[in-house]
Structures are given as C-alpha cells and as structure tokens.
C-alpha cells in the first residue's frame, strides 16, 4: 500500500520545532539562516544536530569553517527569525539590520539581540537527503537574559516535506 502524502505532510507538520538563528564565518564569508530543524543528541559530550539545506550559504560556510553559533529566538520575535529566511547583507557591524559581535576565541558572529546562544564545533556532517545534519559539540553558551523560545507555530509558518 502506498503512503498518503497529504497525511504524511499534515503528521509532519504536527511537530514541534523551535526558531534558531544559525551563524557562521569562514576567512571573510559570514552566513546565516534561520533554522528549525533542532536537537539535541547527546549529553557527554554535548552535542547537538542541526539539518541545513544543502543549497544554501549557512551550509557551505559551516563545512569550511567547522564552528557555527546557534542562537535561540524569543517568544513574540518573528521579525528576528523571519530576517534571517533570505541572504545575508553585512554592514556596519549588522547582519540583516541585526548588530553582531565575533567571538574572539571561536571567530564566530554572535547576534547581540538574540537572548540566548551556543557555539559549536563541528563533529561530523552526514549527508543524508536533500538537508544534511551537522553535528556540533557545545563549546560555549551564554543567555542573555530568560525567556520562552518561540516555535515555529506560534510564528504561523510550517517546514515540513
């Protein structure tokens, strides 16, 4: 029997994903994007999974650089993550109109308005389908201040297949 695809997308679109701002710098290139496909998997050492679409800039900057910083998106900050769903502009110290610091000891771009982050070095990129998972070992993480992570609902968009 084969599968219903209306009601394989409507499962998938019943998940629950967060809003990620993902960050990288490769020599001169800095890229980012808005990412949902998110988890953590595993404990010691800490690691967490991200699936990046293999055509856009976030991707080909990671597999260079090997370090990205994935900043959580607050509940209520749509304008935040839906910045980052088209091509970065660098200018005056801001990415997409967003200011930003690098991280001194891991040359990564860190967004000042984003209340929470983690910088991690790549373990391994498995190239699996049209997304290929990076796989990140937490090497540093600050909050800026608390706050409820907004979710992809809650913002009335879906990413699913």
Known sequence: MAMDQTTKKKVLKSFTYGMFVFTSKAEDEISAGSVTWVTQCSFQPPLVAVGLRLDGGPYQ???????FALHLVARGDKALASS???PVRVEDG????????????HDVPLLEDAPAYLICKVREITHIGDHHLVIGEVVDAGMREE????????????YSG
Do not use: C
């Open 61 to 67: 900057v990671v597999k260079e650089s090997g370090v």
């Open 84 to 86: 980052f769903f088209r």
């Open 94 to 105: 801001r990415m997409n109109g967003y200011p930003f610091t690098l991280d001194e000891e």
């Open 147 to 158: 706050m409820e992570p907004m979710v992809l609902r809650e913002a009335g968009w879906s």
